[in-house]
Protein backbone atom coordinates (compact mmCIF):
# COMPACT_ATOMS: atom_id res chain seq x y z
CA UNK A 1 0.00 0.00 0.00
CA UNK A 2 1.47 3.53 -1.02
CA UNK A 3 1.93 5.50 2.23
CA UNK A 4 0.91 9.25 1.98
CA UNK A 5 3.90 11.55 2.58
CA UNK A 6 3.49 13.70 6.39
CA UNK A 7 3.56 17.16 4.74
CA UNK A 8 2.08 19.61 5.12
CA UNK A 9 0.32 18.46 8.33
CA UNK A 10 -2.83 20.73 10.30
CA UNK A 11 -3.61 19.32 13.67
CA UNK A 12 -6.71 21.09 14.83
CA UNK A 13 -6.79 20.49 18.85
CA UNK A 14 -2.91 21.58 19.79
CA UNK A 15 -3.69 19.95 23.41
CA UNK A 16 -1.18 17.40 24.83
CA UNK A 17 -2.45 14.87 22.43
CA UNK A 18 -1.87 17.23 19.37
CA UNK A 19 1.45 18.31 20.77
CA UNK A 20 2.49 15.05 21.11
CA UNK A 21 1.84 14.42 17.58
CA UNK A 22 3.64 17.55 16.52
CA UNK A 23 6.53 16.18 18.53
CA UNK A 24 6.48 13.10 16.36
CA UNK A 25 6.46 14.29 13.37
CA UNK A 26 9.33 16.91 14.17
CA UNK A 27 11.43 13.86 14.93
CA UNK A 28 10.56 12.22 11.87
CA UNK A 29 12.74 14.27 10.17
CA UNK A 30 13.07 17.50 7.82
CA UNK A 31 9.60 18.88 6.10
CA UNK A 32 9.36 20.84 3.44
CA UNK A 33 7.05 23.20 5.54
CA UNK A 34 5.74 23.87 9.22
CA UNK A 35 3.07 21.67 11.12
CA UNK A 36 0.29 24.18 11.61
CA UNK A 37 -2.07 24.03 14.62
CA UNK A 38 -5.41 25.54 15.98
CA UNK A 39 -5.62 25.61 19.59
CA UNK A 40 -8.47 27.08 21.91
CA UNK A 41 -5.89 29.05 24.40
CA UNK A 42 -3.03 30.98 24.55
CA UNK A 43 -1.27 28.55 27.06
CA UNK A 44 -1.68 25.70 24.66
CA UNK A 45 -0.30 28.06 21.50
CA UNK A 46 2.51 28.95 23.65
CA UNK A 47 2.99 25.36 24.15
CA UNK A 48 2.74 24.61 20.84
CA UNK A 49 5.53 27.29 19.61
CA UNK A 50 8.38 25.73 21.99
CA UNK A 51 7.76 22.82 19.39
CA UNK A 52 8.43 25.27 16.14
CA UNK A 53 4.49 24.60 15.57
CA UNK A 54 2.65 27.79 13.91
CA UNK A 55 -0.30 27.71 15.96
CA UNK A 56 -3.66 29.79 15.45
CA UNK A 57 -6.24 30.35 18.40
CA UNK A 58 -9.95 29.42 17.42
CA UNK A 59 -13.04 28.90 19.06
CA UNK A 60 -15.31 26.38 17.01
CA UNK A 61 -18.15 27.26 19.36
CA UNK A 62 -18.05 30.88 17.70
CA UNK A 63 -16.52 29.91 14.49
CA UNK A 64 -19.60 31.14 12.23
CA UNK A 65 -19.85 34.68 13.75
CA UNK A 66 -15.99 34.85 13.47
CA UNK A 67 -15.33 36.52 9.96
CA UNK A 68 -11.22 37.06 10.80
CA UNK A 69 -10.64 33.34 11.24
CA UNK A 70 -7.90 31.70 8.33
CA UNK A 71 -7.98 28.46 7.40
CA UNK A 72 -6.50 28.05 4.24
CA UNK A 73 -3.29 26.45 5.45
CA UNK A 74 -5.55 23.29 5.91
CA UNK A 75 -6.10 23.18 2.27
CA UNK A 76 -4.51 20.09 0.23
CA UNK A 77 -3.19 19.12 4.52
CA UNK A 78 -2.78 16.22 6.39
CA UNK A 79 -5.72 17.01 9.06
CA UNK A 80 -5.46 15.62 12.60
CA UNK A 81 -8.88 16.42 14.17
CA UNK A 82 -8.36 16.15 18.18
CA UNK A 83 -10.86 18.45 19.27
CA UNK A 84 -13.94 16.81 21.81
CA UNK A 85 -17.46 18.05 20.96
CA UNK A 86 -18.79 20.88 23.08
CA UNK A 87 -20.11 19.04 26.88
CA UNK A 88 -24.29 19.29 26.08
CA UNK A 89 -26.60 18.34 23.60
CA UNK A 90 -26.61 15.14 21.19
CA UNK A 91 -24.77 15.94 18.27
CA UNK A 92 -21.21 17.73 17.77
CA UNK A 93 -21.45 21.28 17.30
CA UNK A 94 -17.87 22.23 16.59
CA UNK A 95 -17.57 19.18 13.74
CA UNK A 96 -20.93 20.25 11.94
CA UNK A 97 -19.00 24.37 12.29
CA UNK A 98 -15.82 23.40 10.69
CA UNK A 99 -17.58 20.94 8.48
CA UNK A 100 -19.48 23.89 6.88
CA UNK A 101 -16.62 26.36 6.99
CA UNK A 102 -14.96 24.17 4.90
CA UNK A 103 -17.88 23.91 2.36
CA UNK A 104 -18.41 27.35 2.12
CA UNK A 105 -14.12 28.22 1.66
CA UNK A 106 -14.17 25.30 -0.97
CA UNK A 107 -11.49 23.86 1.58
CA UNK A 108 -10.37 19.95 0.47
CA UNK A 109 -8.05 18.53 2.94
CA UNK A 110 -5.92 15.98 1.35
CA UNK A 111 -6.71 13.10 4.04
CA UNK A 112 -8.25 13.50 8.18
CA UNK A 113 -7.97 11.54 10.95
CA UNK A 114 -10.45 11.88 13.64
CA UNK A 115 -10.11 10.85 17.06
CA UNK A 116 -13.56 9.44 18.63
CA UNK A 117 -14.03 7.09 21.82
CA UNK A 118 -14.74 3.87 22.21
CA UNK A 119 -17.77 4.94 24.53
CA UNK A 120 -19.39 4.56 21.10
CA UNK A 121 -20.18 0.78 22.10
CA UNK A 122 -21.96 1.34 25.73
CA UNK A 123 -21.68 -0.86 28.17
CA UNK A 124 -21.27 -4.38 26.81
CA UNK A 125 -20.98 -6.48 29.82
CA UNK A 126 -17.59 -7.15 29.85
CA UNK A 127 -17.31 -9.00 26.16
CA UNK A 128 -14.67 -8.07 23.88
CA UNK A 129 -15.79 -6.01 21.18
CA UNK A 130 -14.00 -5.02 18.14
CA UNK A 131 -14.75 -2.34 15.15
CA UNK A 132 -17.94 -4.95 13.83
CA UNK A 133 -19.44 -4.42 17.21
CA UNK A 134 -22.70 -2.63 16.97
CA UNK A 135 -22.59 1.01 18.45
CA UNK A 136 -25.09 1.94 21.55
CA UNK A 137 -23.66 4.65 23.29
CA UNK A 138 -25.45 4.80 26.93
CA UNK A 139 -24.31 8.76 27.77
CA UNK A 140 -24.48 11.70 25.68
CA UNK A 141 -21.05 12.03 25.89
CA UNK A 142 -20.70 9.14 23.82
CA UNK A 143 -23.18 10.30 21.23
CA UNK A 144 -21.47 13.27 20.49
CA UNK A 145 -18.64 11.47 20.06
CA UNK A 146 -20.65 9.04 17.20
CA UNK A 147 -22.41 11.97 15.89
CA UNK A 148 -18.98 13.33 15.12
CA UNK A 149 -18.08 10.16 13.74
CA UNK A 150 -21.19 10.39 11.52
CA UNK A 151 -20.50 14.28 10.18
CA UNK A 152 -16.78 13.65 9.36
CA UNK A 153 -17.71 10.03 7.50
CA UNK A 154 -20.31 11.76 5.68
CA UNK A 155 -18.41 14.40 4.72
CA UNK A 156 -15.20 12.97 3.65
CA UNK A 157 -17.72 10.54 1.14
CA UNK A 158 -19.46 13.49 -0.34
CA UNK A 159 -16.17 15.14 -1.01
CA UNK A 160 -14.14 12.33 -1.65
CA UNK A 161 -11.55 13.02 0.98
CA UNK A 162 -10.22 10.49 3.12
CA UNK A 163 -11.37 10.09 6.81
CA UNK A 164 -10.11 7.50 9.11
CA UNK A 165 -11.79 7.77 12.72
CA UNK A 166 -9.68 6.47 15.79
CA UNK A 167 -11.93 5.26 18.26
CA UNK A 168 -9.48 6.05 22.21
CA UNK A 169 -10.56 4.79 25.24
CA UNK A 170 -8.93 6.37 28.45
CA UNK A 171 -5.62 8.33 27.85
CA UNK A 172 -2.78 8.54 29.95
CA UNK A 173 0.45 9.51 30.62
CA UNK A 174 2.64 9.88 33.68
CA UNK A 175 2.12 13.91 33.30
CA UNK A 176 -1.56 13.18 32.81
CA UNK A 177 -2.39 10.77 36.10
CA UNK A 178 -5.24 11.82 38.40
CA UNK A 179 -3.32 14.07 41.10
CA UNK A 180 -5.26 15.84 42.23
CA UNK A 181 -7.78 13.12 43.06
CA UNK A 182 -5.16 10.89 44.44
CA UNK A 183 -4.03 14.07 46.91
CA UNK A 184 -7.97 13.98 47.86
CA UNK A 185 -7.52 9.97 48.67
CA UNK A 186 -10.80 9.55 46.83
CA UNK A 187 -12.11 5.75 47.48
CA UNK A 188 -11.82 3.28 44.37
CA UNK A 189 -14.57 0.51 43.88
CA UNK A 190 -12.64 -2.73 44.93
CA UNK A 191 -11.63 -4.79 41.29
CA UNK A 192 -14.03 -7.62 42.01
CA UNK A 193 -16.99 -5.37 41.72
CA UNK A 194 -15.62 -3.15 38.74
CA UNK A 195 -16.27 -3.36 34.99
CA UNK A 196 -13.63 -3.39 32.74
CA UNK A 197 -11.82 -0.36 31.22
CA UNK A 198 -9.45 -0.05 28.59
CA UNK A 199 -6.36 3.05 27.91
CA UNK A 200 -3.57 4.13 25.59
CA UNK A 201 -0.25 5.79 26.37
CA UNK A 202 -0.57 9.41 25.00
CA UNK A 203 2.77 8.77 23.25
CA UNK A 204 1.19 5.74 21.74
CA UNK A 205 -2.11 7.73 20.65
CA UNK A 206 0.22 10.05 18.63
CA UNK A 207 2.03 7.48 16.62
CA UNK A 208 -1.09 6.01 15.82
CA UNK A 209 -2.36 8.74 14.28
CA UNK A 210 0.47 9.25 12.11
CA UNK A 211 0.53 5.68 11.17
CA UNK A 212 -3.06 5.62 10.35
CA UNK A 213 -2.59 8.81 8.12
CA UNK A 214 -0.18 7.33 6.13
CA UNK A 215 -1.53 3.96 5.94
CA UNK A 216 -5.49 3.55 6.54
CA UNK A 217 -7.65 3.61 3.81
CA UNK A 218 -10.49 5.84 3.38
CA UNK A 219 -13.74 5.57 5.56
CA UNK A 220 -11.87 2.86 8.21
CA UNK A 221 -12.78 2.75 11.80
CA UNK A 222 -9.97 1.23 13.90
CA UNK A 223 -9.95 0.77 17.87
CA UNK A 224 -6.80 2.91 19.05
CA UNK A 225 -6.44 0.49 22.18
CA UNK A 226 -3.16 -0.75 24.55
CA UNK A 227 -5.67 -4.42 23.68
CA UNK A 228 -5.00 -5.12 27.63
CA UNK A 229 -8.80 -4.36 29.45
CA UNK A 230 -8.39 -4.09 33.39
CA UNK A 231 -10.17 -2.75 35.71
CA UNK A 232 -10.12 1.34 36.62
CA UNK A 233 -9.39 0.58 40.55
CA UNK A 234 -6.17 -1.55 39.30
CA UNK A 235 -5.18 1.51 37.34
CA UNK A 236 -5.73 4.16 39.65
CA UNK A 237 -3.93 2.16 42.29
CA UNK A 238 -0.89 1.92 40.19
CA UNK A 239 -0.95 5.63 39.53
CA UNK A 240 -1.13 6.26 43.30
CA UNK A 241 1.93 3.74 43.38
CA UNK A 242 3.86 5.79 40.61
CA UNK A 243 3.38 8.68 42.65
CA UNK A 244 4.46 7.21 45.88
CA UNK A 245 1.01 8.02 47.53
CA UNK A 246 -0.08 5.49 49.89
CA UNK A 247 -2.75 3.05 48.61
CA UNK A 248 -6.37 4.58 47.72
CA UNK A 249 -9.75 3.06 50.14
CA UNK A 250 -11.27 0.51 48.69
CA UNK A 251 -15.26 0.67 48.84
CA UNK A 252 -18.19 -1.47 47.55
CA UNK A 253 -20.11 -0.89 44.23
CA UNK A 254 -22.84 0.43 46.61
CA UNK A 255 -20.75 2.60 48.69
CA UNK A 256 -19.75 4.11 45.76
CA UNK A 257 -22.91 5.04 44.88
CA UNK A 258 -22.98 7.66 47.76
CA UNK A 259 -19.73 8.80 47.67
CA UNK A 260 -18.79 9.13 43.82
CA UNK A 261 -19.35 11.38 41.08
CA UNK A 262 -21.33 10.93 38.45
CA UNK A 263 -18.58 11.13 36.25
CA UNK A 264 -17.20 8.23 37.92
CA UNK A 265 -20.24 6.48 37.89
CA UNK A 266 -21.02 7.27 34.95
CA UNK A 267 -17.36 5.52 33.34
CA UNK A 268 -18.11 2.59 36.09
CA UNK A 269 -21.54 1.89 34.65
CA UNK A 270 -20.05 0.67 31.02
CA UNK A 271 -17.85 -2.54 31.30
CA UNK A 272 -16.21 -3.84 27.52
CA UNK A 273 -13.17 -5.16 26.44
CA UNK A 274 -11.61 -3.42 23.43
CA UNK A 275 -9.58 -5.44 21.01
CA UNK A 276 -7.12 -3.77 18.76
CA UNK A 277 -6.15 -6.87 16.73
CA UNK A 278 -7.42 -4.59 13.38
CA UNK A 279 -4.77 -1.66 14.25
CA UNK A 280 -1.87 -4.60 14.95
CA UNK A 281 -3.09 -6.55 11.91
CA UNK A 282 -3.93 -3.89 9.18
CA UNK A 283 -2.05 -1.30 9.93
CA UNK A 284 0.93 -3.06 11.54
CA UNK A 285 1.35 -0.81 14.94
CA UNK A 286 3.75 -2.11 17.44
CA UNK A 287 3.24 -0.25 21.01
CA UNK A 288 5.71 1.44 23.04
CA UNK A 289 3.46 0.94 26.08
CA UNK A 290 2.02 -2.51 25.74
CA UNK A 291 -0.15 -1.86 28.55
CA UNK A 292 -0.02 0.51 31.68
CA UNK A 293 2.37 -1.08 34.04
CA UNK A 294 4.59 -0.48 31.42
CA UNK A 295 3.98 3.14 30.45
CA UNK A 296 2.85 4.53 34.20
CA UNK A 297 6.13 5.94 34.44
CA UNK A 298 6.62 7.58 31.27
Not at 9 to 20: K, L, M, P, T
Not at 169 to 176: E, Q
Not at 212 to 228: C, L, S
Not at 233 to 245: D, I, P
Request: charged share 20%; net charge neutral; hydrophobic share 35%.
Amino acid sequence: MQEMRLKPSVIFGCGDVGRRIAKALNGQGPSDSKINAYANSIQSQQQAAKLGVACQIIDLDTLASDSNIDLSVCQASQLYYTVAPQKDGLTDRRSESLIKHFMEADICPAKVVIISTTGVYGDCNGEWVCELSPTEPQTERGQRRLDLERQWLSWGESQKIPVVVLRVPGIYAFSRLPRARLERKTPVVRASECGFSNRVHADDLAGICILAMRKAPAGEIYNATDGVPGKISEYLQAAARALAYPPLPEISMSQGQQQLSQGMLSYLSESRKISNQKLVDELGYQFLYPDFKEGIHN
